[in-house]
């Protein structure tokens, strides 16, 4: 998928859907010149009072059948046009999401905030705009151009070679023009915008920082300079756009009096009656509907390249070689995981300092680890590596033999993961906890709830397990919010967990609490434990201190009080009341 690209696979996929509306259109435009040439003929010919009223009877029903006919096909290609765009656009946002989802450890590290924005609200939908107001228009244009050459060689060939360049000037230079004109100002807009997306997006997150500092004003002045710089790019795309339709509309002018001259040349060598020349005049305008657009419809293609250009780089971010490759690696008992991490270097880039350096780990089923260390030190990387989200620079990192980076697909059915700030969706609390499986019943939903200690809350809620959580979980406290993420881990029933500093910001009693009922309810599973202090240590089967990338101690807790000088230390200052022998 990364090499077709986000357009070309498409039109393989529904080509008779392309070719039905693209008839529909050229149809659509060919009934309105029809309608106009005979309404012209028909007015004309009422005007020299017929001897009899069967000589405008005909064009009367042709005047109605062909009213009534492009309104009823403009209706199906329309219906037609967006049913196909509304198909590719779902196709495209479930692409986007396979994309996102396997990236969701690091996705925030990766990209910024804004561009995700931008790229989830507006690229995918502007795309629709590639079908809707450029392919199908240009085609229906070119095509319904290179019948009126033909149809007026058949008059005259000098007229019709004239017509052409006129044509020409409104499909091709005007366009072409119009592109090279825009394409610049497109860029500087575009990365105005993305620039106000990633302003607003701090503004929101940040909202309470910029209020506590006092310098509420002066983000609202920087924020209103970078709008109105994006509105003065603006104002100059608009000025450009009025000045190219009134181009366009003095060279219509100029085809209506060549019509107008031409035809009155025909009347008068007597190759056309006079009631022609209102119809041929006629014809002219319902003509000019099809190719004035194709300037307007040219110039998007810089809104779509910068698009396209935002998806493509998700797409090499994504890998996503590897991934489809990890539906051939499977792992078929879930029920037994050895984790084995094997020389484990990673670094950014080639040139960059390796963030993980030569760690091995050997985690079978059940056993308990605890990875400290500073900011810094290397534990999300390792934890990343762990869950496959990245492959490592050197060394290997497998489940069960199997290289974890192939297997991301069933990750989640392996790992579970509880981080300092469990997203709360705004939704019940039975709703929250069945995250960890949709098909919990609600007497599943009660038995996690019971195990991580929650019961005695949701009693007191108003509306129970049906009561809303609010925005992130906001009507609980930190402890409460951490409890609810633990009964999505019961139900998902994965045979590993990762705790990745699930304590952080909860006072002494919460986190004791919370760790007691942690260790109580996934008694059996591996757990790894990333943390910055020594609470708990003791009930650990290994503890793994990192600096700088590498293992500087290594063994259970028992083993370094005896050893490690340093780590007594520590695990005196987390335990005051702890006594040395």
């Known amino acids: 998928m990364r090499q077709e690209g986000w357009i070309r696979p498409y039109f393989r996929t529904y080509v008779r859907r392309f070719l039905v509306i693209i008839a529909l ?79 969701a450890l690091f996705i925030s590290s990766r990209f910024r905030t804004g561009d995700m924005l931008s790229m989830l609200s507006e690229d995918i939908e502007y795309l629709q705009n590639v079908y809707l107001r450029t392919v199908f228009p240009s085609i229906v244009a070119l095509v319904i151009s290179g019948l009126v050459i033909a149809g007026l060689d058949s008059f005259d060939v000098s007229f019709a070679l004239l017509m052409a360049l006129y044509l020409f000037v409104l499909v091709c230079i005007l366009p072409a023009v119009s592109l090279w004109l825009t394409k610049k100002r497109t860029k500087q807009l575009k990365h105005k915008r993305n620039r106000l997306y990633t302003k607003l997006t701090d503004s929101i997150l940040g909202m309470s920082d910029w209020m506590i500092s006092g310098r509420a004003s002066q983000f609202i002045r920087t924020y209103e300079t970078d709008e109105q710089a994006a509105m003065d790019v603006e104002r100059s795309m608009h000025r450009w756009a009025s000045l190219r339709s009134f181009i366009a509309q003095c060279v219509v002018g100029v085809i209506v009096v060549s019509i107008v001259y031409w035809a009155g040349h025909q009347y008068a060598d007597r190759h056309i009656e006079s009631v022609m020349i209102a119809a041929f005049v006629l014809i002219v305008f319902p003509l000019m509907d099809a190719f004035v ?63 993980l350096e030569d760690i091995s780990l050997d985690i079978p089923q059940g056993k308990k680890i605890m990875i400290i260390g500073r900011s810094g030190a290397g534990k999300s990387t390792l ?75 949701i009693a007191t809620l108003p509306e129970g397990y049906k009561t809303p959580m609010h925005e992130a979980g906001q009507r609980f406290s930190g402890g409460e919010r951490q409890r609810v993420a633990l009964a999505r881990i019961l139900l998902q029933d994965t045979p590993v967990v990762i705790l990745d500093e699930p304590t952080v910001g909860l006072d002494p009693r919460t986190e004791h609490e919370l760790l007691a009922t942690i260790i109580q309810t996934l008694a059996g599973k591996s757990l790894i434990w990333v943390t910055h202090h020594l609470a708990f240590a003791e009930h650990m089967d290994e503890i793994i201190f990192l600096e700088k990338g590498r293992i500087v101690m290594q063994g259970s807790h028992l083993e370094l009080m005896k050893r490690e000088p340093r780590y007594r230390r520590l695990y005196e200052l987390d335990h005051p009341n702890f006594i040395t022998g």
């Open 383 to 457: 934890l990343k590596c762990i869950q496959g989200a990245i492959p490592p620079s050197k060394g290997k990192v497998t489940m069960n033999g199997i290289d974890t980076h192939a297997l991301v697909i069933q990750i989640p059915q392996i790992i579970s993961v509880l981080n300092q700030k469990p997203h709360l969706f705004d939704t019940t609390v039975s709703n929250n906890i069945r995250l960890g499986k949709r098909s919990a019943s609600d007497d599943e939903i009660r038995r996690a709830a019971e195990q991580v200690r929650l019961e005695r809350l």
């Open 25 to 103: 259109g050229i149809l659509t435009v060919c009934c309105a010149c029809l309608l106009m040439f005979t309404s012209g003929y028909l007015i004309s010919k009422s005007a020299l009072r017929p001897e009899n009223i069967l000589m405008v009877y005909v064009p009367i029903v042709l005047v109605r059948t062909f009213g009534i006919s492009r309104a009823a096909l403009h209706y199906v290609e329309r219906l037609a046009s967006h049913d196909m765009v509304l198909r590719i656009l779902s196709q495209m946002r479930i692409r986007l999401y396979h994309l996102l989802e396997p990236q």
């Open 293 to 355: 657009p194709m300037s307007e419809a040219i110039e998007r293609i810089p809104h779509y390249q910068d698009s396209l250009n935002r998806l493509r780089t998700m797409d090499d971010a994504a890998r996503q070689e590897t991934i489809e490759d990890a539906y051939t690696e499977q792992i078929k008992d879930r029920s037994n995981i050895h984790i084995h991490l094997e020389n484990v270097s990673y670094a950014y880039s080639d040139a960059a300092e390796p963030v």
